[in-house]
Structure formats: C-alpha cells, structure tokens
C-alpha cells in the first residue's frame, strides 16, 4: 500500500531527470579536429566553433560530431518490482555512458556523482571501458591515403572517433596494435548506413563489400611490402 513503504522508483525519478537534463562539459578532441579541417579547410579553435562548423556543412554531419565532444549519459532501462501490488524498495537503473578517449572510469563516475548529488544510490559500472584510440601518423594511415588517391583522387582521408563500441578496443589493449575503422562506401548512401546499424534491416550492398576487400587487399600488399 502507498503510503507504507519508501517507493524506490519514486526516489528514483529525480535522479534519472537529473541524468537526462546533464549538460557536459565539452572538450576538442585530435581526431574532430583533423576532422573539421580535412573537411572546411579550417581547424576549430573551440568546441563550439566545431559545432557550428559542423552545422554549416548539414544536420547529420553535425549529429555526427557533437556526441564526439563529450561524455554521455543516457538512461535506456529501469527495473523494480515484479509485481503490480508490490511497492519496490529497490530499483536498478541502466544508463548508456560513452566516453571520450583516454577518459577513465573514475574520471566518469565522480561525474555522475557531481549530476545526482548525495542520496540514497549506488554506482556500479557493468561494462567498464574508458575510451581508446590510434593514432593518425601510422603505416596505416598512409595505406589508407594511398588506396583512396587510387580509387578516388578527388577525395581524401578524414579521421573520426566512433560514438559506439568496437572491437578495436580489444586489439588496441591486447596487442597494442593500430587499428582503424575504415570501410568506405559507394553504392549506399553514408548517412542511410548509419541509420541502419542494429537495425532490422541492417544490411550492406555487394558493391560496398567488394570496394572494402579492394581495400584490404592493398593495405596488406602496401604494408607488407
């Protein structure tokens, strides 16, 4: 009965809103920077000035950079009570955090603890990965420009920090290995594939498939020559 027992979802509520109204701070990262430059001709002096560099260019480039300036923290699942008549005296939050490069676990949590003040809650990290990256002045690197002058002169190489998780995550802390992610598309319209990434219909034309073995084949053939 309400009335009788403290509502964990209830106390709970002010928090999940303070999460959801969080405001980060914002940082420039190497890999935005050489971004916006690659592509506008000149390198953002702030992260605002990124923004609006990314918004002149169009809204899907510009939601593509502005999770990449920042730590987020979006909450996706709650549970508590598994019954109706039940009133929960604890409930379990689940908040998708992702995090710049060389950003620690540590560094995040005191963060979350600064958004939700003191209170009656525990931190608990279920998947704990700080950002990682690889840098860009690599035999790599130069595989990629060389393929791509090859392919396609008019174009040239941008690097860019990926908001999701990949495996490159493993072979970075495993082997201490360089390792991009680089597909390039032809036939499928860049922003319809990221709209589709874990989708029902995830999917990938043959004709991209076939330009990324291209790819391979000659990253493998230039640097083991």
Same mark, same amino acid.
């Given at each position: 009965m309400q009335g009788i027992a403290d509502n964990a979802l209830?106390? #709970?509520?002010? @928090?999940i809103t303070a999460l959801g109204?969080?405001? /980060? !701070?914002?940082?420039?990262? /190497? !890999?935005?920077e050489a971004l916006l430059e690659a592509v506008t001709g000149e390198r953002p002096v702030s992260p605002q000035v990124?923004?609006?560099?990314? =918004?002149?260019i169009g809204e899907f480039f510009a939601a593509m950079v502005e999770p990449l300036l920042s730590l987020t923290l979006s909450p996706t699942m709650i549970s508590a009570s598994k019954k109706r008549n039940v009133i929960p005296a604890i409930c379990d939050v689940i908040v998708?955090?992702? @995090? @710049?490069? !060389?950003t620690t676990t540590a560094e995040q949590h005191a963060i979350v603890r600064t958004v939700l003040g003191d209170g009656d809650y525990e931190l608990e990290s279920l998947e #704990?990965?700080?950002?990682? =990256?690889?840098p860009i002045e690599t035999p790599l690197w130069d595989a990629v420009s060389g393929w791509i002058a090859e392919v396609e002169p008019e174009a040239?190489?941008?690097?860019?920090?990926?908001?999701g998780f990949t495996d490159s995550h493993w072979f970075r802390e495993a082997?201490?290995?360089? &390792?991009?992610? *680089? *597909? /390039? @598309?032809?036939a499928m319209d860049a922003e319809l594939a990221a =709209?589709?990434?874990?989708? &029902?219909? !995830?999917?990938? /034309?043959v004709a991209d498939l076939e330009l990324a073995v291209s790819f391979l084949r000659y990253a493998a053939q230039a640097m083991l020559a």
């Open positions: 209830v106390k #709970a509520s002010p @928090l109204d969080y405001v /980060p !701070e914002q940082h420039l990262t /190497p !890999e935005v990124a923004i609006e560099q990314a =918004r002149a998708d955090s992702r @995090l @710049l490069p !060389e #704990a990965h700080g950002g990682t =990256r690889s040239k190489p941008a690097p860019i920090c990926v908001a082997f201490g290995t360089v &390792a991009y992610g *680089f *597909f /390039p @598309l032809r =709209r589709l990434i874990h989708s &029902a219909d !995830e999917r990938i /034309p």
